[in-house]
T-cell receptor, first 112, second 114 residues
């Protein structure tokens, strides 16, 4: 079983749609969780950290369920510029140190 | 977040040669990391580089193949030694924020080995 598993996609949605990505992780000791966005031929950029209480940043909402070892990302009112690969990332160990383990990524294409 | 630069941005190298990739950060950071992203794949951690100590390598990566230097708190190098076509990949450095512990990535070095 992969350490971090994501919906492979690709997801093709029209502008304005709501889309949700799911992710599961295998290490119950994982401490920190993130969503990164990677555009084609670019480096990953941090989209948002995921907190136990869930968090929202504009059109983006992230949820964490530690009991189920499950992370989600919801994008509302999709824009063309949201087209990218979304990477679910899990950090082991404490907040001061821990390697990042990346999921394979979910490709999102938003079309007019 | 820190501003991270890498050199070179891309290179085409012959098998058997070595390439040293530089990573420069605009602020002092304790922890720097080197990742590899093979074509069509996600990122894999190669090693963690802390200033003043030996790099810590992940399973499957060895110092002889990927020697790392970390001479100060703003700079690190990764060398890809004795290259083969299987080393063709994007190599990225990242730094960890001392406040939030989030990681930020450099633009990457796209390496092609022929």
């Amino acid at each position: 079983r992969k350490e971090v598993e994501q919906d492979p996609g690709p997801f093709n949605v029209p502008e304005g749609a709501t889309v949700a990505f799911n992710c599961t992780y295998s290490n119950s000791a994982s401490q920190s969780f993130f969503w990164y966005r990677q555009d084609c031929r670019k480096e990953p950029k941090l989209l948002m950290s995921v907190y136990s209480s869930g968090n929202e940043d504009g059109r983006f909402t992230a949820q964490l369920n530690r009991a189920s070892q499950y992370i989600s990302l919801l994008i509302r009112d999709s824009k063309l510029s949201d087209s990218a690969t979304y990477l679910c990332v899990v950090k082991d160990g404490g907040t001061s140190y821990g390697k990042l383990t990346f999921g394979q990524g979910t490709i999102l294409t938003v079309h007019p | 977040s820190a501003v991270i630069s890498q050199k070179p941005s891309r290179d085409i190298c012959q098998r058997g040669t070595s390439l040293t990739i530089q990573c420069q950060v605009d602020s002092q950071v304790t922890m720097m990391f080197w990742y590899r992203q093979q074509p069509g794949q996600s990122l894999t951690l190669i090693a963690t580089a802390n200033q003043g100590s030996e790099a810590t390598y992940e399973s499957g990566f060895v110092i002889d193949k990927f020697p790392i230097s970390r001479p100060n708190l703003t700079f690190s190098t990764l060398t890809v030694s004795n290259m083969s076509p299987e080393d063709s990949s994007i190599y990225l450095c990242s730094v960890q924020s001392g406040l939030t512990y989030e990681q930020y990535f450099g633009p990457g070095t796209r390496l092609t080995v022929t």
